[in-house]
């Protein structure tokens, strides 16, 4: 068959573009269904503690209103994500401020303020825990800050989840550290963030006693939802569909809370007899909804004269707030990005996620990943200091190469050249000249400026044998057109699946881009491809769209199409074949490759299958009056396998780094007893346009067997690497090895006027041997 299509490679336009752009495109906030009432939530004000009694005073006409509380569930009181910990409406016991306590719904929207305000209720308060040093307390046998007992799915006293990631024996690396030549330890802190989508989270609902539920919203997993409902409301999965709406970004935030609204919804629609929308408003969404996780790696690192790592020891603990939802996963995937891209003869990666009384946490791009690679990456510029080397040389020292293993033993197959890879990095952003002018420059300028770069890496997919679980399904069938369409749960809310899958589709049935289409994800009419997550569309569900492309086409071939066929031929025989055997339908299933293994208990095996890998310089500038600290320059360097489509790709790069560079510098979640304060965007400070550097993208091609096409994931790699570049280039600039982020200009001027002890580095010497260093 002739290529005469080639989409992927190209730019076509978004296939929902022109809806957007002209106004046309339906959010849920914009739909509205005959007889549809309106919902609200009835939320805790304290953090922990015991309810006593709900009183409905009577200047609120309460008979108009449905109220819904914990007795009204049909079926399991729990929003499920990984365990049934969390409750669907608090029954007796609160545990975070802000938890859904009763819902209400009315007619008219203007009049629930007013009543959710109305409604009183006393509480019998407990001390909370708000850290993950209480919560240790508590897991260590304080019984007074015990706030989470356990599940369904494991865990212990303030415990969600530990891993233990080993490489060599507890005695070789007891023995590596005794032979060292120095040990290096640092503690690195990251703090919690707002995903900050556009479009807050809302639903519709709808309850019918002979259809069921029909429930639809912005969301990025609707087969997550449809689990949740089965459970809430004692209902097969048949009867619980799930429609996805135009979404506005999610960024991790709407993968597991739209089970919560979801279901808040639905209660609603049930017991009312109307269709119910809820429609958070930016307070209540950034107040009552998840982050990401805050959390603390304490490094402690065994290393040779020359450089080289030798052996390590990582501790990681995440923040999960008060109940597990996805913190095992997230902890997951940081516990293996926690080592990095290099090579360590021997090491132990601790990990543990935490209760606390805060809104419980989940997903965020990166998922994990950016917190443990922070943590690495700055404690890579100590160690360099520590050894007299470069950061550069350092890292050179230490990096894995192909035919390498990483710490869980997986075989590097891919080609990778890590070297090459820094050394374009280093040299598109001038890093070398620019490192030494700054150096000579800053003693006499009150503009300090730096340079600063992070190497790293991020697995694609689900890890270990996550993908095998999902068992994803997708299919491809012809319209009454005679056009293919593609049949996916995978959702579309921003980051361009359905022009990447409709690429990939055209490309394989080698047909024009334009004729091919894809269905809005309907749980009614579409298979579970997976959750649109874990940098696993393109590559995952995109593979699986090429081949059950690939069969659609070979069996119109064996019906009669011509190998060299035209749109219009195409056409033809898809019409002649359903008018002689019916609907035609092709579908490939997810079939892990027979050399992928993972071993859950042992956390060993190939944790993904493949990986992007990444360099990313940046240019920074430090104002000694202000205190303020700008990023001024910025290169991302990334092999991402194939690039399908290069203007999406671009932009999935600058906007994970302008996240990073909020992540680093600006946005502070501020907590005041398990309670976010700046739950406004008037006050939860983030960087716009105005605070943005020239983004330099830089792509690296070596496709993968793994993806379609050869495509990796590249959705959330872009938000590991900006924050240690950034805080490396701060040190560099200020001679101070600041170790928590966000860096607030505060923070800066605290340790640069000695307001609090500090180390200081002569920024002439800045790479040279750092005296905190333990030998």
Request: aromatic residues 8%; negative net charge; contains cysteine.
């Amino acid at each position: 068959m002739t290529d005469m299509h080639q989409t992927v490679g190209s730019s076509p336009i978004r296939k929902e573009g022109r809806a957007k752009v002209l106004g046309h495109a339906q959010y849920v906030d914009d739909i509205s269904l005959p007889n549809m009432w309106f919902g609200a939530t009835v939320r805790s004000t304290i953090a922990r503690g015991r309810i006593v009694s709900i009183t409905f005073p009577p200047h609120i006409p309460w008979h108009e209103f449905t109220i819904v509380t914990a007795a009204d569930i049909p079926g399991e009181n729990t929003i499920v994500h990984l365990t049934k910990d969390h409750p669907c409406l608090a029954d007796g016991l609160i545990n975070h401020p802000e938890e859904p306590i009763l819902l209400l719904a009315h007619k008219d929207r203007a009049v629930l303020p007013a009543a959710v305000a109305a409604v009183q209720i006393t509480y019998d308060e407990l001390p909370g825990v708000f850290t993950i040093e209480d919560s240790e307390t508590g897991a260590a046998g304080d019984e007074s800050k015990v706030i989470w007992h356990g599940s369904d799915y494991g865990g212990t006293a303030n415990t969600f989840k530990t891993y233990l990631m080993e490489k060599g024996t507890p005695e070789e690396l007891e023995s590596i550290f005794s032979k060292a030549d120095f040990i290096v330890e640092g503690e690195y802190r990251t703090g919690a963030q707002e995903q900050l989508y556009i479009e807050n989270n809302g639903i519709i609902a709808e309850y019918s006693p002979t259809e069921g539920l029909t429930v639809q919203g912005s969301m990025q997993c609707p087969y997550y939802l449809v689990h949740a409902l089965t459970l809430v409301f004692d209902l097969p999965a048949e009867k619980c569909r799930v429609i996805q709406t135009e979404t506005g970004g999610a960024f991790g935030g709407k993968e597991d809370f739209p089970s919560v609204i979801g279901s808040h919804a639905a209660l609603l629609a049930m017991k009312s007899g109307h269709p119910v929308k809820i429609c958070y408003d930016r307070g209540e969404d950034m107040a009552g909804t998840t982050k990401r996780h805050p959390s603390r790696t304490r490094h402690r690192t065994a290393v040779s004269k020359d450089g080289k790592l030798l052996g390590g020891e990582i501790d990681f603990a995440i923040d999960g707030g008060a109940y597990a939802t996805l913190s095992p996963v997230v902890l997951s995937r940081g516990t293996i990005h926690a080592p990095g891209p290099y090579h360590w003869p021997a090491l132990r990666v601790s990990a543990k996620a935490m209760a606390t009384n805060i809104p419980p946490h989940g997903a965020f791009r990166g998922f994990g990943a950016p917190q443990s690679i922070f943590a690495l990456e700055r404690h890579l510029d100590k160690i360099a200091r520590v050894v007299g080397l470069t950061p550069e040389e350092l890292r050179r020292r230490n990096f894995l190469e192909a035919g390498g293993y990483t710490a869980t033993g997986q075989h590097l197959s891919d080609p990778i050249d890590l070297h090459a890879l820094l050394t374009r990095a280093l040299t598109e952003s001038n890093y070398h000249a620019k490192r030494a002018q700054f150096t000579r420059e800053n003693p006499g300028s009150t503009i300090k400026r730096g340079i600063g770069f992070a190497s790293f890496f991020h697995g694609a997919g689900f890890t270990g044998s996550g993908e095998r679980r999902l068992d994803s399904l997708v299919q491809i069938d012809i319209t009454p057109e005679g056009r293919p369409r593609i049949l996916v749960s995978s959702t579309e809310f921003g980051q361009g699946t359905n022009t990447i899958l409709c690429q990939v589709a055209a490309q394989a049935l080698n047909l024009p881009y334009d004729e091919v289409s894809i269905l809005r994800p309907d749980t009614a009419v579409v298979p579970n491809s997976g959750p649109t997550v874990a940098s696993r569309t393109a590559m995952i569900v995109g593979k699986l769209v090429e081949q059950a492309s690939q069969k659609l086409c070979a069996t119109l071939v064996a019906s009669g199409l011509p190998h060299d066929y035209t749109p219009e031929q195409f056409r033809n025989a898809a019409l002649r074949y359903h008018a002689e055997h019916g609907t035609l339908t092709a579908s490939a299933r997810y079939q892990a490759p027979g050399d992928i293994f993972w071993d859950d208990d042992k956390y060993k095996g190939d944790a993904y299958p493949t990986y992007a890998w990444a360099v990313y310089v940046a240019e920074v500038a430090v104002d000694t009056t202000t205190y303020a600290a700008t990023v001024t320059d910025f290169h991302a360097l990334q092999e991402v396998g194939k690039v399908l489509h290069p203007i999406l790709a671009a932009g999935q790069i600058e906007g994970g780094v302008a996240q990073g560079i909020g992540y680093a510098l600006y946005e502070k979640c501020v907590w005041q007893k398990g309670r976010m304060a700046n739950n406004q965007m008037t006050n939860y400070i983030m960087p716009t346009s105005a605070d943005l550097p020239p983004i330099h993208v830089h792509f690296e091609e070596v496709p993968s067997i793994h993806g379609a096409f050869g495509a990796k994931g590249i959705g959330e790699l872009p938000m590991d690497g900006p924050a240690p570049a950034i805080l490396n280039a701060i040190e560099h600039a200020t001679g101070i090895a600041f170790t928590e982020i966000p860096l607030l200009p505060e923070d800066i001027f605290e340790r640069m006027t000695g307001d609090i002890q500090t180390t200081h580095l002569d920024p002439s010497v800045a790479d040279l041997v750092f005296s905190e260093a333990t030998t």
